[in-house]
T-cell receptor
Framework: GAVVSQHPSRVICKSGTSVKIECRSL??????MFWYRQFPKQSLMLMAT?????????EQGVEKDKFLINHASLTLSTLTVTSAHPEDSSFYIC?????????????FGQGTRLTVV | QKEVEQNSGPLSVPEGAIASLNCTYS??????FFWYRQYSGKSPELIMF????GDKEDGRFTAQLNKASQYVSLLIRDSQPSDSATYLC????????????FGRGTSLIVHP
């Protein structure tokens, strides 16, 4: 079963509105979560690293005031796309690393397809 | 800038054949290598990881790593139409933080 749950899976919003995406780690604590964006036929691009109890770390070129990240608990990180525009339409995916006996594996959420009209 | 390169494809193979997917990386200090499968509209799922030079087999999948050549590959034996997907190579450098760099992915089509 899924170890990282992402919600919603699909959202359509009007230009200028805000959209919140949730990412939850199930059965394990994630002090760090990662948010990716993927455009059609492109690779996953890391947007930011979400840190529990502290500020997120944004990758170069990602507007922190537009993509608000909150990691208020050890199992939940949220990404809010503020004042969304059509160019923000994309597939957003969260990931949480879980330490195993031999390696640390990154588990992905189901992804959120955002369409801004 | 750390780079992970993959041929975008599509790679088309007949059912039952061996599919060979390749990936090169630029960071010589890279330690961990992962192959993910991503179906259209879905998030990636981990297929295999490999840390040491050589081959690692898991069912129909074999990962091959050559650190000297900075090359990692994934072989899929007895390919099935359900294997049709995009395969992402991910590379993690040294250090404690888990932030892999993803390749662009190779589209695989297995035709009956």
């Amino acid at each position: 079963g899924a170890v990282v749950s992402q919600h919603p899976s699909r959202v359509i919003c009007k230009s200028g509105t805000s959209v919140k995406i949730e990412c939850r780690s199930l059965d394990f604590q994630a002090t760090t979560m990662f948010w990716y964006r993927q455009f059609p036929k492109q690779s996953l691009m890391l947007m930011a690293t979400s840190n529990e109890g502290s500020k997120a770390t944004y990758e170069q070129g990602v507007e922190k005031d537009k993509f608000l990240i909150n990691h208020a608990s050890l199992t939940l990180s949220t990404l809010t796309v503020t004042s969304a525009h059509p160019e923000d339409s994309s597939f957003y995916i969260c990931s949480a690393p879980r330490r195993g006996s031999t390696n640390t594996e990154a588990f992905f959420g189901q992804g959120t397809r955002l369409t801004v009209v | 800038q750390k780079e992970v390169e993959q041929n975008s494809g599509p790679l088309s193979v007949p059912e039952g054949a061996i599919a060979s997917l390749n990936c090169t990386y630029s960071d010589r200090g890279s330690q961990s290598f992962f192959w993910y499968r991503q179906y259209s509209g879905k998030s990636p799922e981990l297929i295999m990881f490999i840390y040491s030079n050589g081959d690692k087999e898991d069912g129909r999948f074999t990962a091959q790593l050559n650190k000297a050549s900075q090359y990692v590959s994934l072989l899929i034996r007895d390919s099935q139409p359900s294997d049709s997907a995009t395969y992402l190579c991910a590379v993690k450098g040294s250090g404690g933080s888990y932030i892999p760099t993803f390749g662009r992915g190779t589209s695989l089509i297995v035709h009956p």
